[in-house]
């Protein structure tokens, strides 16, 4: 892992998931677990989200309407 000081630093926009709400709630879960996932994945690379993480799943989960 790098340095959270030297590490690329994502500052957004950020993806949108609210064209997805419309979908079935099983299928609105997918994609919450799928962004987590982006997220977590991107995070083990080294890069450091400017978006705190409980901002994040605010967010996901209110445009997912989770």
Do not use: C
């Not at 987590?36 to 997912?64: H, P």
Request: aromatic residues 14%.
């Amino acid at each position: 892992p790098q340095d959270a000081r030297t590490a690329p630093i994502i500052v957004g926009p950020w993806p949108t998931y609210a064209h997805f709400k419309n979908l079935p709630e099983r299928e609105r879960w997918v994609m919450y677990g799928s962004a987590k996932a982006y997220r977590e994945a991107l995070e083990a690379q080294g890069f450091v989200m400017s978006e705190a993480y409980d901002d994040f799943v605010r967010r996901v989960t209110r445009e997912l309407n989770v």
